[in-house]
């Protein structure tokens, strides 16, 4: 699936399915606790902390949760995530192509 096709899904799944999106602010605020659920996920699995019993240990579904909320994001404000992922990958590039190879800190 492409950034753009799930873009459309998403779309497509609100209008059918969520009867409207969440306002920008409460989309916001959604995709914070998304990402604190990943965290959690990820201090448990390869932190020091552990699992309480009964607590989510899929990674994947909470990626996908947070690739959820920020389509929903990208399709409110009028972002083409496909645009803008390929410009941020291009200023990444012009800014960082020789900073890392060179790193010190890097090197195995």
């Known amino acids: 699936m492409t950034l753009k096709e799930l873009q459309n899904a998403v779309d497509q799944w609100i209008?059918?399915?969520?009867?409207?999106?969440?306002s920008e602010l409460t989309n916001m605020a959604v995709l914070t606790?998304?990402?604190g659920e990943l965290a959690r996920i990820m201090a448990r699995t390869y932190g020091e902390q552990s699992f309480k019993d009964?607590?989510?240990?899929?990674l994947g579904d909470e990626m996908a949760d947070?690739?959820?909320?920020?389509?929903?994001?990208?399709?409110?404000t009028g972002v083409?995530?496909?645009?803008?992922?390929r410009k941020n990958l291009e200023k990444k590039t012009a800014?960082?192509?020789?900073?890392h190879i060179q790193n010190p800190k890097l090197k195995a």
């Open 15 to 22: 209008k059918t399915y969520g009867v409207r999106y969440f």
């Open 33 to 35: 606790e998304e990402v």
């Open 54 to 58: 009964g607590e989510k240990r899929d």
């Open 66 to 76: 947070i690739l959820w909320v920020l389509a929903c994001l990208a399709n409110q």
């Open 80 to 85: 083409d995530l496909t645009e803008a992922f």
């Open 95 to 99: 800014r960082d192509k020789e900073r």
